[in-house]
């Protein structure tokens, strides 16, 4: 399974960014996680079919989906904020990773 995560920059607070993954096979367990500086790698959004979880921590602000016919895995991050600066990581069933994209926010 090969990944590529794209996407990723520096936006002020409030800001909005688009994250996306391009991915090899069915995409039917996908998932974006995040790795902040000197903190574990953490769960941000997963979707396993038709159904997605969210981070409490960015409930109401990201939105995974998924384009099949163009293989393309995306995170929609809206209202972001310094915390949620990372890299941030798509993965396929959790077992295959791809380079990560960092999103820096600040002002």
């Known amino acids: 399974v090969q990944l590529q995560a794209s996407g990723g920059g520096q936006v002020e607070p409030g800001g909005s960014l688009r994250l996306s993954c391009t991915f090899s096979?069915?995409?039917?367990?996908m998932g974006w996680y995040r790795q902040a500086p000197g903190k574990e790698r953490e769960m941000v959004a997963t979707?396993?079919?038709?159904?997605?979880t969210y981070a409490d921590t960015v409930k109401g602000r990201f939105t995974i989906s998924r384009d099949v016919r163009l293989k393309t895995l995306y995170l929609q991050m809206n209202d972001l904020k310094p915390e949620d600066t990372a890299v941030y990581y798509c993965s396929s069933r959790g077992m295959y990773w791809g380079r990560g994209t960092l999103v820096t926010v600040s002002s």
């Open positions: 096979g069915s995409g039917w367990i």
């Open positions: 979707m396993t079919g038709g159904s997605t």
